[in-house]
């Protein structure tokens, strides 16, 4: 499956591998692999230690081992004739994503505390909701500035760039506001230093683990505010296009969505002024002609 699969995906399946399959199904001949050694081998990991040893292993990461297992015996099952074990085995129900953006005075306040030399860089990605790979991994000539445009065409995982998330994650962002002034402020810093447009001292992308302990947590904390990751960035921005009324489709595109159905599904709450909750749109649709229709009776009547 190699040459099918982006490189940060082959790291992650070998590490399934290596760390969690062969250990558990390494000595068990392929065939001999049944279903209750598979149902065994999930509830291992759900007694797991998680990230800091003080959470459990997520049911997306559940998730991810129980993929990896399951190509592993279907392909086994197709290539030497015996049924797969992996019958009527369903993925773990995901919890509904929490988000927390930031409100305006927020990201204002954020933007104009924060170190000068991370001020730019918390702008593009405040107001572009840019993902954080594609942010670090921005270089100079996906930047079009005759067009006011950026071309997000790869992204940055373990200080590598490659190809974007999806082919839905292949768009162009317009450089609205602050997000042009931010670049050319940017521009005039790295260009001569670095292809990357946010980079350290050596020229090199920047380490996210790194700027997210040494720069933004203590950022926060200072502020006063509440400990959020760096993607709530992203959020932020889908809630500022959104509640400024911007054209959902436009505001789908502009993240890398397929449709607008996550918009509607995750942000919702956060935008009562442009999608109505509370049956005022239909009042407001058929108010008027069912009191037309009313007053015209009384009309009738004297």
Known sequence: MQVEWRQSHILNVNSILENSLIPEFGGIPVAHITKS???????????????GNNVMLSPKTINSHMAVIRMVVDEAADRFGFETPYRNIKPL???????????????????????????????????TGLRTGEVDGLKWK????????ILVRETLIRGQTEYTKTDGSQREIP???????????QHAITRHKSEYVFCNRLGEPLDHN??????????????????????????????????SGENPEWVAKILGHSSTE?????????????????????????????????????????
Do not use: C
Request: no cysteine.
């Open 37 to 51: 050694n598979i149902l065994e081998f999930r509830a291992k990991l759900a007694q797991r230690k998680g990230r």
């Open 93 to 127: 129900k995901l919890k509904k994503s929490h988000i927390e953006p930031f409100s305006l005075k927020e990201v204002e306040r954020i933007t104009s505390q924060v170190r000068p030399d991370f001020r730019n860089y918390y702008i593009v990605r405040f107001y």
């Open 142 to 149: 996906h930047i079009d500035f005759d067009k006011r445009e």
């Open 175 to 185: 450089l609205l506001g602050p997000v042009m002034d931010a670049l050319k402020r």
């Open 210 to 243: 790194n700027v997210t302990k040494r720069v933004w947590y203590p950022l926060l904390r200072r502020l006063g505010m509440k400990k959020r990751r760096p993607y709530q960035t992203r959020h932020t921005a889908a809630t500022l296009f959104l509640a």
């Open 262 to 302: 996550m918009l509607f599904k995750v942000y919702s709450r956060y935008i009562p002024n442009a999608t109505r909750m509370d049956g005022s749109a239909f009042e407001r649709l058929v108010g008027t002609p069912l009191s037309n229709s009313k007053k015209e009776k009384e009309d009738e009547t004297e």
